[in-house]
C-alpha cells in the first residue's frame, strides 16, 4: 500500500500540471511574457517537490526541521490506509496551497533590500501561482482515483464473498461448537474479526513489517494465524466449509458406533477416492477409532462434547472440508436433563436418528428419544410445531447385521415394515416434522460401507459437495 499511495501521490503532482499549463495558454495565449513566468513556475515548483525533506524551509518561511508536507505522509495507522480516500485532500492540497502561499508572502520579508525582494518575487511568484492552481486542479484527480480505488474495492468485496461463501460458507469452532460468518485473524499482534477487502486494502492488508493477503480462497489467507471469536481458541480449519451431522437416538442405539464407522471407511477409502488426505482435526480421535475397531465404544457424556471432525483435503479444492459429527449421549433426550448445550442445532446440515431394533421395547425407547429431541429442538431454534423443517433427517436401524424383520430392507420398504412392526406413531411423527426423510439399516460396529450410505443419502438431499466422499 506505501508504494501505491506512493504513485497516486506523485502521479497527482505531475496530473495537476496539465490543467495548470491550459489555464495559462487559455487565457494569455502563447504570449512570451506569459511563457516565461509559466516556466519558472513549473520547473521552480517541481524542484520544491522533489527536494522536500527534513532541513529544508519550514512552515514558518525560515530554515528549520520540518519538511514541507510535499512528501507522502508516513501512516499512523495500521494496516496502512489508501491515500486517496482523504489524505490528497487534507494533506496533498493543503501542502500545495500552503506552500504556494508561502511563496508569495516571501518577496515581504525582503522589503528592507527592495532589489533583492524584486529578484525574489520574479521567481517566487509565478511558483506560488502555479502551486495555488496545481491546489484545486488536483480536486477531479481525486474523484478519479476514489472512484476507481472503491470500484475496485466493491468488485474484490463480490468476488471474495463468492469465494468464502463457495469455499467455506461459514466457521464452525471446534471447541465450542459455535458458528460465525469469519474467524479472528491474528497479525502483528492486531486482531482482525474477520478479513476481507476494504479501503484499507483490495488483495493485501499492510502492516508494520509486511503484507498479508485479505482476499479469495485460493490465496494465502486461510493459512493466516485464526481464532475464535467466541472462546478465543486457536483454530485449524483453514477457512474449511463446514458439513454438520447431529447425531440422536436412546442410549447405547449406535451413535458413537455410527460416527467412527463412517470415519473409518472415509480414511481407510481416501473418501471415495475423492481425497487426497483425510484425518481426524484432532490426532487424539485416532486412538479412539483404534478403540472402536477393537469393539469398545465407550458412552458419551451428557454435558457438550466437541464434534468428532474428519478433514477432507483434495487437489482440486481449494479449501478443506470438515465434517462434523457431533456426539450426543441418548441420556440428553430424556426429560430429566434440561441443558441446551447443543449449539449445532441452529445450524447442523442433517439430522441422523439411530435405533437399535433389539432391544427391549425399541419402539417405545425410540419414540421416547425422538420426542425429547423435537423438544429441545425446536425450543432451541424457537420454533413452533406447525412448521416441517428442511433439514434433511435420517432414521438409521443400527444392527443390521442381526436377522429379524427389518433384514434387506431400506428405503420405503424398510419405513412400511416399521410402521408394521409398531413404529407408526414414530415415523408418523418424523413425517409431520421434516420434509427430507430417508430410512437406512447399517451395521454400525462395522466399516462395511453401510454407514457411508446414510451419508451419502444425506449429503445428497442437502446439496453438498461432500457427496463426493461417500
Not at 471446534?174 to 474467524?183: E, H, I, L, T
Not at 490426532?283 to 457424556?301: K, V
Not at 420398504?413 to 409398531?422: H, I, T, Y
Request: overall charge neutral; glycine content about 8%.
Amino acid at each position: 500500500m506505501r508504494t501505491l499511495n506512493t504513485i497516486v501521490w506523485y502521479t497527482g503532482f505531475i496530473v495537476s500540471i496539465v490543467p495548470v499549463c491550459l489555464i495559462f495558454f487559455y487565457l494569455w495565449g502563447t504570449e512570451i511574457w506569459i511563457e516565461i513566468p509559466l516556466a519558472i513556475g513549473l520547473i521552480g515548483a517541481l524542484i520544491i517537490i522533489a527536494i522536500d525533506s527534513p532541513g529544508i524551509m519550514g512552515s514558518s518561511g525560515s530554515t528549520g526541521s520540518k519538511p514541507l508536507g510535499l512528501r507522502p505522509p508516513e501512516p499512523t495507522s495500521f494496516p496502512v490506509p489508501f491515500i486517496g480516500l482523504s489524505s490528497l485532500v487534507g494533506s496533498q492540497m493543503f501542502a500545495l496551497a500552503k506552500n504556494g502561499g508561502l511563496m508569495f508572502v516571501l518577496p515581504f520579508t525582503l522589503l528592507g533590500n527592495i532589489v533583492l525582494a524584486v529578484i525574489v518575487a520574479l521567481i517566487t511568484i509565478p511558483i506560488g501561482a502555479v502551486m495555488l492552481l496545481m491546489a484545486a486542479c488536483l480536486i477531479p484527480y481525486i474523484a478519479v482515483v476514489d472512484g476507481i480505488y472503491l470500484l475496485a474495492v466493491f468488485v474484490a468485496k463480490v468476488v471474495d464473498r463468492y469465494h468464502y461463501d463457495t469455499n467455506t460458507g461459514k466457521l464452525v469452532c471446534p471447541s465450542c461448537g459455535k458458528a460465525f460468518a469469519r474467524p479472528d485473524y491474528l497479525i502483528e499482534g492486531s486482531t482482525f474479526h474477520g478479513l476481507s477487502p476494504s479501503e484499507k486494502g483490495v488483495l493485501s492488508v499492510e502492516m508494520y513489517t509486511m503484507s498479508y493477503p485479505c482476499y479469495g480462497s485460493k490465496g494465502g489467507r486461510k493459512d493466516l494465524p485464526q481464532r475464535c471469536p467466541e472462546c478465543n481458541d486457536s483454530l485449524s480449519t483453514r477457512e474449511g466449509k463446514p458439513f454438520v451431522v447431529s447425531m440422536v437416538g436412546a442410549p447405547g442405539s449406535g451413535k458413537t458406533s455410527f460416527i467412527f464407522s463412517v470415519a473409518g471407511t472415509a480414511k481407510s477409502s481416501m473418501g471415495n477416492g475423492n481425497a487426497s488426505k483425510v484425518e481426524f482435526y484432532r490426532p487424539s480421535d485416532e486412538s479412539l477409532l483404534l478403540d472402536y475397531r477393537s469393539g469398545r465404544c465407550g458412552a458419551t457424556p451428557v454435558q457438550y462434547v466437541p464434534s468428532r471432525i474428519l478433514t477432507f483435503e483434495s487437489s482440486h479444492l481449494a479449501t478443506p472440508r470438515h465434517l462434523y459429527m457431533c456426539d450426543v449421549s441418548g441420556r440428553f433426550f430424556s426429560s430429566d436433563v434440561v441443558t441446551d448445550l447443543q449449539p449445532q442445532y441452529s445450524y447442523n446440515d442433517a439430522i441422523v436418528f439411530m435405533v437399535d431394533p433389539t432391544r427391549p421395547n425399541p419402539e417405545s425407547v425410540a419414540y421416547s428419544a425422538y420426542v425429547g429431541f423435537m423438544e429441545k429442538y425446536r425450543l432451541f431454534n424457537k420454533m413452533d410445531a406447525s412448521g416441517r423443517i428442511p433439514v434433511p433427517f435420517a432414521l438409521v436401524l443400527s444392527r443390521s447385521d442381526v436377522p429379524g424383520p427389518f433384514s434387506g430392507l431400506s428405503g420405503e420398504d424398510l419405513k412400511e415394515k416399521m410402521a408394521e412392526e409398531g413404529y407408526f406413531t414414530l415415523i408418523n411423527a418424523i413425517s409431520k416434522d421434516f420434509l427430507y426423510v430417508s430410512y437406512h439399516a447399517c451395521n454400525a460396529s462395522k466399516e462395511d460401507g453401510s454407514a457411508s450410505a446414510v451419508m451419502s443419502s444425506v449429503c445428497s438431499k442437502a446439496g453438498s459437495s461432500f457427496l463426493q466422499f461417500f
